[in-house]
Protein backbone atom coordinates (compact mmCIF):
# COMPACT_ATOMS: atom_id res chain seq x y z
CA UNK A 1 0.00 0.00 0.00
CA UNK A 2 1.06 3.59 -0.94
CA UNK A 3 1.40 5.58 2.17
CA UNK A 4 1.30 9.30 0.24
CA UNK A 5 0.05 10.37 -3.46
CA UNK A 6 0.69 13.32 -4.60
CA UNK A 7 -1.76 13.89 -7.59
CA UNK A 8 -1.12 16.23 -10.49
CA UNK A 9 1.33 18.45 -9.38
CA UNK A 10 4.28 20.32 -11.84
CA UNK A 11 7.23 18.37 -10.95
CA UNK A 12 10.35 20.20 -10.90
CA UNK A 13 13.51 18.49 -11.28
CA UNK A 14 16.72 20.05 -12.49
CA UNK A 15 16.67 18.69 -15.62
CA UNK A 16 12.51 19.98 -16.57
CA UNK A 17 9.31 19.95 -15.02
CA UNK A 18 6.43 17.87 -16.26
CA UNK A 19 2.99 17.04 -15.02
CA UNK A 20 3.46 13.90 -12.66
CA UNK A 21 2.18 11.86 -9.96
CA UNK A 22 4.85 11.22 -6.88
CA UNK A 23 4.29 7.79 -4.85
CA UNK A 24 5.98 8.02 -1.20
CA UNK A 25 6.55 4.75 1.07
CA UNK A 26 8.29 4.46 4.30
CA UNK A 27 9.42 8.14 3.95
CA UNK A 28 11.00 7.13 -0.19
CA UNK A 29 9.95 8.01 -3.04
CA UNK A 30 8.66 4.68 -4.93
CA UNK A 31 7.47 6.26 -8.04
CA UNK A 32 7.34 9.62 -10.32
CA UNK A 33 4.69 9.11 -13.15
CA UNK A 34 2.27 10.60 -15.30
CA UNK A 35 -0.45 9.49 -14.11
CA UNK A 36 -0.18 6.95 -11.14
CA UNK A 37 -4.50 7.18 -10.53
CA UNK A 38 -4.59 3.32 -9.72
CA UNK A 39 -2.66 3.91 -6.46
CA UNK A 40 -5.10 6.44 -5.28
CA UNK A 41 -7.79 3.69 -4.36
CA UNK A 42 -5.78 2.02 -1.94
CA UNK A 43 -3.32 5.17 -0.75
CA UNK A 44 -3.12 6.25 3.02
CA UNK A 45 -3.16 9.62 2.18
CA UNK A 46 -3.78 11.41 -1.00
CA UNK A 47 -2.93 15.01 -2.19
CA UNK A 48 -4.49 17.10 -4.73
CA UNK A 49 -1.61 19.07 -6.16
CA UNK A 50 -3.51 20.82 -9.12
CA UNK A 51 -2.10 24.36 -9.99
CA UNK A 52 1.32 23.34 -7.63
CA UNK A 53 4.58 23.09 -8.39
CA UNK A 54 6.24 19.85 -6.79
CA UNK A 55 9.95 20.87 -5.61
CA UNK A 56 12.34 18.85 -3.88
CA UNK A 57 12.64 20.65 -0.50
CA UNK A 58 15.18 23.24 -0.47
CA UNK A 59 18.65 22.63 1.49
CA UNK A 60 20.34 25.16 3.12
CA UNK A 61 24.06 24.96 4.35
CA UNK A 62 24.78 27.65 5.76
CA UNK A 63 23.43 28.62 9.03
CA UNK A 64 24.31 29.95 12.66
CA UNK A 65 21.26 28.01 14.18
CA UNK A 66 21.44 28.51 18.23
CA UNK A 67 21.22 25.02 20.01
CA UNK A 68 18.42 25.03 22.63
CA UNK A 69 19.80 26.45 26.48
CA UNK A 70 18.22 26.29 29.48
CA UNK A 71 17.15 30.61 29.14
CA UNK A 72 15.59 29.61 25.39
CA UNK A 73 14.68 25.54 25.49
CA UNK A 74 12.93 26.09 21.82
CA UNK A 75 15.22 27.91 19.83
CA UNK A 76 16.60 25.35 18.11
CA UNK A 77 13.36 23.44 17.44
CA UNK A 78 11.74 26.85 16.32
CA UNK A 79 14.44 27.85 13.78
CA UNK A 80 13.79 24.48 12.30
CA UNK A 81 9.86 25.30 12.31
CA UNK A 82 10.95 28.56 10.45
CA UNK A 83 12.82 26.18 8.07
CA UNK A 84 9.93 24.24 7.21
CA UNK A 85 7.65 27.03 6.68
CA UNK A 86 9.85 27.90 4.30
CA UNK A 87 10.38 24.82 2.05
CA UNK A 88 13.52 23.63 3.72
CA UNK A 89 13.71 20.02 4.72
CA UNK A 90 17.22 20.06 5.35
CA UNK A 91 19.50 23.14 6.85
CA UNK A 92 23.21 22.66 7.89
CA UNK A 93 24.24 24.25 11.06
CA UNK A 94 27.35 25.47 12.23
CA UNK A 95 29.29 25.27 15.67
CA UNK A 96 31.01 28.83 15.87
CA UNK A 97 31.28 30.35 18.96
CA UNK A 98 27.79 32.16 19.86
CA UNK A 99 25.76 29.01 18.80
CA UNK A 100 25.23 27.43 22.47
CA UNK A 101 28.30 25.31 22.48
CA UNK A 102 30.37 24.70 25.82
CA UNK A 103 34.29 26.06 26.63
CA UNK A 104 35.39 22.47 26.47
CA UNK A 105 33.75 21.54 23.39
CA UNK A 106 34.84 24.36 22.20
CA UNK A 107 38.54 23.12 22.33
CA UNK A 108 38.00 20.06 20.41
CA UNK A 109 36.37 19.65 17.08
CA UNK A 110 35.25 16.08 17.45
CA UNK A 111 34.22 17.28 21.28
CA UNK A 112 31.86 20.10 19.51
CA UNK A 113 30.65 17.45 17.51
CA UNK A 114 29.25 15.06 19.80
CA UNK A 115 27.99 18.23 22.35
CA UNK A 116 26.01 19.60 19.33
CA UNK A 117 24.90 16.38 18.34
CA UNK A 118 23.55 15.86 21.79
CA UNK A 119 22.03 19.15 22.06
CA UNK A 120 20.09 18.98 18.80
CA UNK A 121 19.42 15.10 18.42
CA UNK A 122 15.62 15.38 19.29
CA UNK A 123 15.05 18.68 18.49
CA UNK A 124 14.42 19.29 15.10
CA UNK A 125 11.80 19.25 12.84
CA UNK A 126 13.27 18.93 9.22
CA UNK A 127 16.28 17.02 8.97
CA UNK A 128 19.65 18.75 10.09
CA UNK A 129 23.49 18.11 9.69
CA UNK A 130 26.51 19.62 10.97
CA UNK A 131 29.51 21.28 9.16
CA UNK A 132 32.18 21.69 11.75
CA UNK A 133 34.12 25.42 12.48
CA UNK A 134 37.56 25.40 13.21
CA UNK A 135 38.89 27.99 15.21
CA UNK A 136 42.10 29.49 17.00
CA UNK A 137 40.75 28.30 20.33
CA UNK A 138 40.96 24.48 19.17
CA UNK A 139 44.14 22.57 20.38
CA UNK A 140 44.79 20.44 17.16
CA UNK A 141 41.96 20.44 15.25
CA UNK A 142 44.01 19.66 11.98
CA UNK A 143 44.31 16.66 13.35
CA UNK A 144 40.79 15.76 14.05
CA UNK A 145 39.86 16.16 10.66
CA UNK A 146 39.50 12.98 9.67
CA UNK A 147 38.03 11.13 12.60
CA UNK A 148 35.29 13.79 11.68
CA UNK A 149 35.04 13.11 7.90
CA UNK A 150 34.39 9.25 8.71
CA UNK A 151 32.10 10.17 11.62
CA UNK A 152 29.91 12.17 8.63
CA UNK A 153 31.00 15.74 9.17
CA UNK A 154 33.25 16.40 6.14
CA UNK A 155 32.43 20.00 5.71
CA UNK A 156 34.08 22.32 7.84
CA UNK A 157 34.78 26.22 8.13
CA UNK A 158 37.37 28.39 8.80
CA UNK A 159 37.39 32.79 9.24
CA UNK A 160 40.07 34.74 7.94
CA UNK A 161 38.73 36.97 10.46
CA UNK A 162 37.38 37.45 13.85
CA UNK A 163 38.82 36.44 17.05
CA UNK A 164 38.42 32.87 16.58
CA UNK A 165 39.71 32.64 12.78
CA UNK A 166 42.71 31.07 11.80
CA UNK A 167 46.19 32.39 10.17
CA UNK A 168 47.18 31.28 6.38
CA UNK A 169 49.16 28.23 7.99
CA UNK A 170 46.54 26.40 9.41
CA UNK A 171 44.19 27.62 6.42
CA UNK A 172 46.58 25.48 4.75
CA UNK A 173 46.79 22.71 6.44
CA UNK A 174 43.01 22.25 6.85
CA UNK A 175 42.58 22.65 3.04
CA UNK A 176 45.47 19.71 2.05
CA UNK A 177 43.81 17.62 4.93
CA UNK A 178 40.38 17.98 4.44
CA UNK A 179 41.22 17.36 0.50
CA UNK A 180 43.30 14.36 0.97
CA UNK A 181 40.88 12.52 3.43
CA UNK A 182 37.46 13.42 1.27
CA UNK A 183 36.29 16.54 2.93
CA UNK A 184 35.59 19.89 2.29
CA UNK A 185 36.66 23.50 3.57
CA UNK A 186 34.01 26.42 3.25
CA UNK A 187 36.20 29.35 3.46
CA UNK A 188 35.22 33.13 5.11
CA UNK A 189 37.61 35.45 3.17
CA UNK A 190 38.09 38.80 4.19
CA UNK A 191 41.42 40.36 4.97
CA UNK A 192 41.83 40.58 8.60
CA UNK A 193 44.76 43.17 8.49
CA UNK A 194 42.67 45.30 5.62
CA UNK A 195 39.81 45.48 7.50
CA UNK A 196 40.77 45.79 11.18
CA UNK A 197 43.58 49.47 9.82
CA UNK A 198 39.73 50.85 8.51
CA UNK A 199 37.71 49.93 11.51
CA UNK A 200 40.51 51.33 13.69
CA UNK A 201 40.40 54.57 11.29
CA UNK A 202 37.10 55.12 11.58
CA UNK A 203 36.73 54.53 15.30
CA UNK A 204 39.58 56.90 16.05
CA UNK A 205 37.45 59.36 13.78
CA UNK A 206 34.46 58.79 15.76
CA UNK A 207 32.54 57.28 13.12
CA UNK A 208 31.44 55.13 14.53
CA UNK A 209 27.39 54.94 13.57
CA UNK A 210 26.65 51.11 11.64
CA UNK A 211 27.05 52.55 8.41
CA UNK A 212 30.32 52.41 8.75
CA UNK A 213 30.78 48.69 9.82
CA UNK A 214 30.25 48.72 5.34
CA UNK A 215 32.71 51.22 5.03
CA UNK A 216 35.16 49.12 6.81
CA UNK A 217 35.30 46.71 4.56
CA UNK A 218 34.65 47.32 0.93
CA UNK A 219 34.72 44.80 -2.15
CA UNK A 220 38.59 44.69 -2.18
CA UNK A 221 38.83 43.75 1.47
CA UNK A 222 36.48 40.31 0.57
CA UNK A 223 38.31 39.83 -2.93
CA UNK A 224 41.76 39.66 -2.05
CA UNK A 225 40.88 37.20 0.89
CA UNK A 226 39.05 34.73 -1.73
CA UNK A 227 42.06 35.10 -4.07
CA UNK A 228 44.19 34.30 -1.08
CA UNK A 229 41.91 31.47 -0.18
CA UNK A 230 42.28 30.74 -3.72
CA UNK A 231 45.64 30.23 -4.14
CA UNK A 232 46.29 28.07 -0.62
CA UNK A 233 43.86 25.56 -2.42
CA UNK A 234 45.73 25.87 -5.68
CA UNK A 235 48.76 25.08 -3.46
CA UNK A 236 47.08 22.24 -1.15
CA UNK A 237 45.26 20.22 -4.54
CA UNK A 238 42.32 21.17 -2.32
CA UNK A 239 38.61 21.41 -3.23
CA UNK A 240 37.49 25.50 -1.66
CA UNK A 241 33.95 26.74 -0.97
CA UNK A 242 34.05 30.44 -0.76
CA UNK A 243 30.90 31.03 1.64
CA UNK A 244 29.20 33.92 1.30
CA UNK A 245 30.19 35.55 -1.89
CA UNK A 246 28.90 39.26 -2.11
CA UNK A 247 30.28 41.26 -4.77
CA UNK A 248 31.53 40.97 -8.42
CA UNK A 249 35.18 41.35 -7.64
CA UNK A 250 35.09 38.11 -5.81
CA UNK A 251 33.42 36.37 -8.22
CA UNK A 252 36.01 36.94 -11.01
CA UNK A 253 38.39 35.28 -8.83
CA UNK A 254 36.72 32.30 -8.50
CA UNK A 255 35.47 32.46 -12.45
CA UNK A 256 38.98 32.52 -13.28
CA UNK A 257 39.83 29.46 -10.78
CA UNK A 258 36.92 27.92 -11.87
CA UNK A 259 38.13 28.56 -15.58
CA UNK A 260 41.57 26.72 -14.62
CA UNK A 261 39.92 23.46 -13.71
CA UNK A 262 40.12 24.06 -9.95
CA UNK A 263 37.84 22.59 -7.60
CA UNK A 264 36.69 26.18 -6.24
CA UNK A 265 32.94 26.68 -5.19
CA UNK A 266 30.77 29.55 -4.29
CA UNK A 267 27.80 30.36 -2.93
CA UNK A 268 25.85 33.85 -2.42
CA UNK A 269 23.20 34.70 -0.67
CA UNK A 270 19.61 35.96 -0.82
CA UNK A 271 20.62 39.19 0.70
CA UNK A 272 23.56 40.30 -1.45
CA UNK A 273 20.59 39.33 -4.37
CA UNK A 274 17.80 41.27 -2.97
CA UNK A 275 19.50 44.15 -1.31
CA UNK A 276 22.35 47.01 -1.39
CA UNK A 277 23.71 48.99 0.61
CA UNK A 278 21.38 52.12 0.87
CA UNK A 279 20.17 50.65 3.98
CA UNK A 280 23.09 51.87 5.66
CA UNK A 281 21.93 54.71 5.24
CA UNK A 282 19.16 54.43 7.66
CA UNK A 283 18.72 55.27 11.35
CA UNK A 284 21.50 53.84 13.17
CA UNK A 285 19.10 51.36 14.98
CA UNK A 286 17.31 50.28 11.30
CA UNK A 287 20.54 50.32 10.21
CA UNK A 288 21.76 47.99 12.33
CA UNK A 289 19.69 45.38 10.95
CA UNK A 290 22.05 44.98 8.38
CA UNK A 291 25.30 44.75 9.89
CA UNK A 292 26.42 41.68 8.49
CA UNK A 293 29.91 40.63 6.47
CA UNK A 294 30.75 41.09 4.29
CA UNK A 295 28.01 43.57 4.45
CA UNK A 296 25.97 44.35 1.30
CA UNK A 297 27.02 45.94 -1.20
CA UNK A 298 26.44 48.90 -4.28
CA UNK A 299 24.01 49.10 -7.09
CA UNK A 300 24.62 47.01 -9.54
CA UNK A 301 25.87 43.88 -7.68
CA UNK A 302 23.34 41.91 -6.92
CA UNK A 303 22.93 41.68 -10.82
CA UNK A 304 26.01 40.55 -11.18
CA UNK A 305 25.36 37.74 -8.76
CA UNK A 306 22.00 36.58 -10.68
CA UNK A 307 24.69 36.60 -13.70
CA UNK A 308 26.78 34.07 -12.04
CA UNK A 309 24.33 32.03 -10.76
CA UNK A 310 22.62 31.74 -14.32
CA UNK A 311 26.27 31.14 -15.91
CA UNK A 312 27.22 28.61 -13.69
CA UNK A 313 30.10 30.18 -11.47
CA UNK A 314 28.39 30.59 -8.20
CA UNK A 315 27.29 26.97 -7.08
CA UNK A 316 24.19 27.92 -4.42
CA UNK A 317 21.83 30.11 -2.37
CA UNK A 318 22.50 29.76 1.23
CA UNK A 319 21.30 31.83 3.92
CA UNK A 320 23.54 32.42 6.29
CA UNK A 321 20.80 32.81 8.96
CA UNK A 322 21.92 34.13 12.48
CA UNK A 323 19.06 34.46 14.61
CA UNK A 324 19.92 37.56 15.69
CA UNK A 325 17.69 40.03 17.27
CA UNK A 326 17.21 43.73 17.23
CA UNK A 327 16.56 44.16 21.14
CA UNK A 328 19.22 41.70 22.32
CA UNK A 329 22.10 40.58 19.99
CA UNK A 330 22.16 44.21 17.81
CA UNK A 331 21.74 46.58 20.71
CA UNK A 332 24.97 47.14 21.13
CA UNK A 333 24.67 49.40 17.62
CA UNK A 334 24.95 52.68 20.48
CA UNK A 335 28.01 51.73 21.28
CA UNK A 336 29.89 51.52 17.80
CA UNK A 337 29.59 49.46 14.47
CA UNK A 338 32.39 46.48 15.48
CA UNK A 339 30.26 45.87 18.78
CA UNK A 340 27.63 44.96 16.51
CA UNK A 341 26.41 41.18 16.37
CA UNK A 342 27.16 40.19 12.38
CA UNK A 343 24.38 38.47 11.03
CA UNK A 344 20.94 38.45 9.99
CA UNK A 345 17.59 35.90 9.46
CA UNK A 346 16.93 34.10 6.81
CA UNK A 347 15.98 30.66 7.44
CA UNK A 348 12.71 31.09 6.31
CA UNK A 349 12.85 33.55 3.53
CA UNK A 350 14.92 31.50 1.34
CA UNK A 351 12.97 29.78 -1.53
CA UNK A 352 10.31 32.65 -1.94
CA UNK A 353 13.14 35.65 -2.60
CA UNK A 354 15.22 32.99 -4.78
CA UNK A 355 11.48 32.25 -6.83
CA UNK A 356 10.34 35.67 -6.82
CA UNK A 357 13.46 37.45 -7.41
CA UNK A 358 15.08 35.06 -9.64
CA UNK A 359 12.14 33.01 -11.37
CA UNK A 360 9.67 35.20 -11.52
CA UNK A 361 12.27 38.19 -12.46
CA UNK A 362 13.28 35.94 -15.69
CA UNK A 363 16.65 35.88 -14.05
CA UNK A 364 17.35 32.25 -13.77
CA UNK A 365 14.69 29.17 -15.22
CA UNK A 366 12.81 27.07 -12.66
CA UNK A 367 14.94 24.94 -13.14
CA UNK A 368 18.22 26.43 -12.19
CA UNK A 369 16.69 27.65 -8.75
CA UNK A 370 15.88 23.87 -8.09
CA UNK A 371 18.83 22.83 -8.84
CA UNK A 372 20.39 25.99 -6.94
CA UNK A 373 18.72 25.16 -3.83
CA UNK A 374 17.93 21.27 -3.68
CA UNK A 375 20.53 19.76 -6.46
CA UNK A 376 23.80 20.97 -5.90
CA UNK A 377 23.49 21.99 -2.29
CA UNK A 378 22.95 17.67 -1.78
CA UNK A 379 25.63 16.56 -4.49
CA UNK A 380 28.21 19.76 -2.93
CA UNK A 381 27.54 18.68 0.15
CA UNK A 382 27.29 14.87 0.15
CA UNK A 383 23.31 14.39 1.24
CA UNK A 384 23.09 11.10 -0.95
CA UNK A 385 19.45 10.56 -0.48
CA UNK A 386 18.64 14.12 -1.36
CA UNK A 387 17.96 16.60 -3.67
CA UNK A 388 15.87 16.21 -6.21
CA UNK A 389 12.62 13.88 -6.89
CA UNK A 390 13.22 10.44 -7.67
CA UNK A 391 12.56 7.14 -7.32
CA UNK A 392 14.55 5.68 -4.24
CA UNK A 393 15.46 9.14 -2.19
CA UNK A 394 14.09 10.47 0.26
CA UNK A 395 10.27 12.11 0.27
CA UNK A 396 11.46 15.75 0.84
CA UNK A 397 8.71 17.56 -1.23
CA UNK A 398 7.52 21.27 -0.71
CA UNK A 399 4.22 21.75 -2.57
CA UNK A 400 4.53 26.07 -3.83
CA UNK A 401 1.64 27.85 -5.41
CA UNK A 402 3.30 29.95 -7.97
CA UNK A 403 0.30 32.01 -8.19
CA UNK A 404 0.21 33.36 -4.65
CA UNK A 405 1.23 36.56 -3.93
CA UNK A 406 2.29 37.72 -0.30
CA UNK A 407 3.85 40.35 2.00
CA UNK A 408 6.73 39.50 3.68
CA UNK A 409 6.53 40.74 7.81
CA UNK A 410 8.05 39.55 10.96
CA UNK A 411 4.96 39.10 12.86
CA UNK A 412 4.37 36.32 10.41
CA UNK A 413 7.29 34.61 10.26
CA UNK A 414 8.46 31.43 12.86
CA UNK A 415 12.40 32.05 13.01
CA UNK A 416 13.68 33.01 16.36
CA UNK A 417 15.02 37.00 15.31
CA UNK A 418 12.39 39.63 16.06
CA UNK A 419 12.77 41.08 12.70
CA UNK A 420 13.19 40.44 8.92
CA UNK A 421 15.80 42.12 6.36
CA UNK A 422 13.08 41.56 3.94
CA UNK A 423 10.10 43.59 5.66
CA UNK A 424 7.50 44.67 3.40
CA UNK A 425 9.05 43.04 0.77
CA UNK A 426 6.10 42.02 -1.92
CA UNK A 427 6.99 38.14 -3.13
CA UNK A 428 5.32 35.94 -6.21
CA UNK A 429 4.60 32.44 -4.82
CA UNK A 430 4.51 30.68 -1.63
CA UNK A 431 5.05 27.39 0.47
CA UNK A 432 1.96 25.53 1.40
CA UNK A 433 3.25 22.57 2.42
CA UNK A 434 5.87 20.88 3.46
CA UNK A 435 6.84 17.01 3.69
CA UNK A 436 9.90 15.66 5.47
CA UNK A 437 10.64 12.03 4.19
CA UNK A 438 7.37 11.23 3.47
CA UNK A 439 5.51 13.08 6.73
CA UNK A 440 3.78 16.59 6.34
CA UNK A 441 6.22 19.23 8.75
CA UNK A 442 3.79 21.94 7.33
CA UNK A 443 0.54 21.11 5.49
CA UNK A 444 -1.91 23.72 4.00
CA UNK A 445 0.25 26.81 5.68
CA UNK A 446 -0.41 25.19 9.27
CA UNK A 447 2.66 23.14 11.38
CA UNK A 448 1.72 19.80 11.59
CA UNK A 449 4.81 18.14 12.28
CA UNK A 450 6.56 16.99 15.66
CA UNK A 451 9.82 18.08 16.97
CA UNK A 452 12.51 15.17 17.07
CA UNK A 453 10.93 13.96 12.82
CA UNK A 454 14.30 15.86 11.99
CA UNK A 455 17.01 13.22 11.49
CA UNK A 456 21.04 14.05 11.42
CA UNK A 457 22.49 13.17 8.32
CA UNK A 458 25.63 11.64 7.67
CA UNK A 459 27.49 12.98 5.07
CA UNK A 460 29.86 11.58 2.37
CA UNK A 461 31.21 13.74 0.01
CA UNK A 462 31.20 12.82 -3.91
CA UNK A 463 35.27 12.55 -4.69
CA UNK A 464 33.91 13.92 -8.79
CA UNK A 465 32.89 17.01 -6.53
MN1 LIG B 1 30.95 34.02 7.63
MN1 LIG C 1 27.88 32.54 8.19
Redesign the pocket.
Known amino acids: MTDLLVRGGTVVTAAGSSRADVAVDGGTISAVEPDLGALAATARDVVDATGLLVLPGAIDV?T?TRVASDAEPDRFFQDSVAAAFGGTTTFLS?NNPGTGGSAAAGRSLLGGMREWRAATASDSAVDIALSLVITSAQDDPIDELPAAIALGVPTFKAFMVYDFGVDDATLSRALEVAGRHGGMLEV?CEDRSALEERTARYLAAGETAPRFHASSRPPFVEADATARAIGLAREARAPLYV??LSCAEALAHVRAARAEGLPVHAETCPHYLTLTDERYELPPEDAARYVISPPLRGPGQPEALWDGLAAGDLALVAT?H?PDRVAVEKRSWRESFDRISN?GPGIETLLSLVYSEGVVQGRIELERMVDLVAGTPARLFGLRTKGAIEPGLDADLVLFDPAARRTLRAVDLHHTSDYTPYEGRVVEGAVRSTIVRGAFVVRDGAFVGRRGHGRFVERSLDPAG
Do not use: A, E, L, T
Request: overall charge negative; hydrophobic content about 35%; charged content about 10%.
Open positions: HHFHVHDVG
